[in-house]
């Protein structure tokens, strides 16, 4: 079994780097490299289960159980699921979410034993991928700046975008004291359920219910889509209601474990505020800041990115007709790009511009929190303790 690990690993590394090297040079991954990886990937699934069957026969000393390949099954659904959500939620472009989903694929087949296979190997695989790219981003963020200006003047410049942007965050000031109250006891009693229902599924869900990660997971990466839910009255009218059951309750039914389950869910929601804070709203202000273009209706070309306020301002505009609905990061259509030009060509200000984004080539980050996958069998996390 370790020459099959070996072999895959160095079949995958070239199949892997090939990608990287293309990304790199044209912004995006060709489908036919993306079906390449699935086959290799089918054809050493295949050698396995080969192996495995002579082992069953006895004609094989060392080999996987059957059992290997349903729990392949498992963690290849969660990488698929994980995939779909960072592709729907607007932060990967399609490219990029399948090649995602084939090297998380193919880690097991690398290393059977590696650690969290297979119900929570992908999401230790998008921690190293993403905190790999985020530490190498803002190193490169800080060197630029202070090549630039003095210490001083690059905290104070770094404290007045944070302000800018936690403003533009708060929204209407009238509706602040909504906003907030409604986060906190939304995601409070999100978090409260979810302690409830592992007390009270021990058998069935409790080892996906009994880590609040996963609860993280899935609305880091969606808050653009179901944040608001979060903080809207109607659910503080229906969360409040349910506050009042649960200490009705709770009193005489959990008296002990009352105020302990409330304190630790309101823990995870100052957790999930930090993380989503400084992990979504932070690093994707300063990547905005460094790869934003402002560029005129003729400079427009196929590919290129809108920024997120951008792309949400246009899909809610009526003039545009729902044309920008499907604009994820798989870049601008030409059709999109001549509604575009038509539009800027009707407006009254001179040289009017639009901002957009330089693709960035993520494939080398997901190649690289493989490596670390592969390597330290950790997350980056667990090695920088």
Not at 140 to 147: M, R, V
Not at 355 to 362: I, L, N, S, T, Y
């Amino acid at each position: 079994m370790k020459f099959f690990g070996l072999s895959c690993l160095v079949v995958f590394v070239i199949w892997a780097v090939g990608i990287v090297n293309i990304d790199i040079a044209t912004k995006k991954i060709p489908n036919a490299r993306v079906a390449l990886g699935a086959k290799l990937m089918l054809l050493a699934l295949g050698v396995m289960m080969l192996n495995t069957y002579q082992g069953s026969v006895g004609s094989a000393t060392s080999y996987l159980t059957w059992n290997f390949y349903l729990l392949w099954c498992a963690h290849f659904f969660w990488a698929v699921l994980a995939g779909v959500i960072l592709w729907y939620s607007e932060i990967w472009p399609a490219g990029d979410a399948k090649f995602f989903i084939l090297v998380a694929a193919w880690l097991p087949l690398i290393n059977p034993y590696i650690k969290n296979f297979p119900n929570y190997l992908f999401l230790s695989l998008l921690i190293n991928i993403f905190v790999a790219a985020a530490l190498v981003t803002i190193g490169a963020f800080i060197a630029s700046g202070l090549a630039q200006a003095s210490l001083g003047d690059f905290l104070k410049s770094i404290w007045s975008d944070l302000k800018v942007r936690m403003k533009s965050m708060a929204g209407d000031n009238k509706k602040n004291g909504w906003l907030i109250t409604a986060y906190i006891a939304n995601m409070t009693f999100l978090f409260l359920l979810q302690q409830i229902m592992n007390a009270e599924s021990r058998h069935l869900l409790s080892r996906f219910l009994a880590r609040p990660d996963i609860i993280y997971f899935f609305l880091f990466f969606l808050w653009d889509k179901i944040g608001s839910v979060f903080q809207s009255k109607k659910w503080l009218y229906v969360t409040t209601a349910c506050y009042a059951i649960y200490f009705f309750g709770g009193y005489f039914y959990f008296y002990d474990r009352l105020v302990s389950l409330v304190f630790y869910a309101m823990a995870n929601v100052v957790k999930f505020s930090l993380l989503l804070f400084f992990g979504r709203f932070v690093l994707e202000a300063l990547i905005e800041n460094k790869d934003t273009q402002y560029l005129k209706a003729s400079e427009l070309e196929p590919g290129m990115i809108l920024l997120p306020k951008t792309a949400q301002t246009f899909r809610q505009n009526p003039v545009f007709e729902g044309a920008f609905d499907d604009c994820f990061k798989d870049g601008l259509t030409a059709e999109q790009i001549q509604i575009i030009k038509d539009w800027m060509a009707k407006m009254t200000m001179p040289d009017p511009k639009i901002e957009v984004m330089r693709g960035r080539p993520f494939a080398l980050w997901i190649f690289a929190g493989a490596v670390i996958s592969i390597l330290f069998d950790k997350t980056i996390v667990h090695l920088l303790k």
